[in-house]
């Protein structure tokens, strides 16, 4: 695709659901970031793909989020048993090359993640 | 926890003035970048500049680096309404990018 496209766009929840946010990339960017950002705050790092392998899972904040990749391509962020204080913006990007080499991303516009 | 703070917080001007953003960050860098959000959504890549570089021009956008104080500056000149967003500097971190908080920048008609 011509960007890298999240859905769904926004997500209502009630507490204890799980929730799955989707990631495309943009079409032969190997490498794919998930980051979090509340409300009025900055973005903080969750978790980085080269390929389909989590080089730094580091960000996860906690075992009730796991991510996946497969296809070197679409990306699942998972929370399970959500809480609220998991509300916020989980937006996601793509860089053509990861890691050490890696210059800048490409962002989605993000799903809003609201747990009642 | 963040790499990057940047200061002010919130930044209000009229069109035509210049806004400075300053960015500080904790350690080493191969590269500073600068990004900016509108509404709370995705971020766009404004710049980038690395560590062997001390400043860097696009278009309006001027960008410094001080790498002994481990800070960098973000001008834009003769600024517009539609540059109203967020703007937040990023630094790599081994595979990864690390945001600053972020300045928020609000230019009136």
């Known amino acids: 695709g011509a960007g890298v496209s999240q859905s769904p766009s926004n997500k209502v929840t009630e507490k204890g659901k799980d929730v799955e946010l989707r990631c495309d990339p943009i079409?032969?960017?190997?490498?794919l970031y998930w980051y979090r950002q509340s409300l009025g705050q900055g973005l903080e790092f969750l978790i980085y793909?080269?390929?389909?392998?989590?080089?730094?899972k580091s960000g996860l904040p906690s075992d009730r989020f796991s991510a996946e990749r497969t296809g070197g391509s679409v990306s699942t962020l998972t929370i399970q048993r959500t809480q609220q204080e998991d509300s916020a913006v989980y937006l996601c990007a793509s860089s053509g090359v990861g890691g050490a080499l890696m210059k800048k991303l490409f962002f989605g516009s993000g799903t809003q993640l609201s747990v009642l | 926890s963040q790499q990057g703070e940047e200061d002010p917080q919130a930044l209000s001007i009229q069109e035509g003035e210049n806004a400075t953003m300053n960015c500080s960050y904790k350690?080493?860098?191969?590269?500073l970048q600068w990004y900016r959000q509108n509404s709370g959504r995705g971020l766009v890549h404004l710049i980038l500049?690395?560590?062997?570089?001390r400043e860097k021009h696009s278009g309006r956008l001027r960008v410094t680096l001080d790498t002994s104080k481990k800070s960098s500056s973000l001008l834009i000149t003769a600024s517009r309404a539609a540059d109203t967003a967020s703007y937040f500097c990023?630094?790599?971190?081994?595979?990864?990018?690390?945001f600053g908080t972020g300045t928020r920048l609000q230019v009136f008609p």
């Open positions: 990023a630094t790599d971190n081994t595979d990864k990018l690390i």
């Open positions: 350690t080493s860098i191969n590269n």
């Open positions: 079409s032969g960017h190997t490498a």
């Open positions: 500049i690395r560590s062997n570089e």
């Open positions: 793909f080269q390929g389909n392998s989590a080089p730094d």
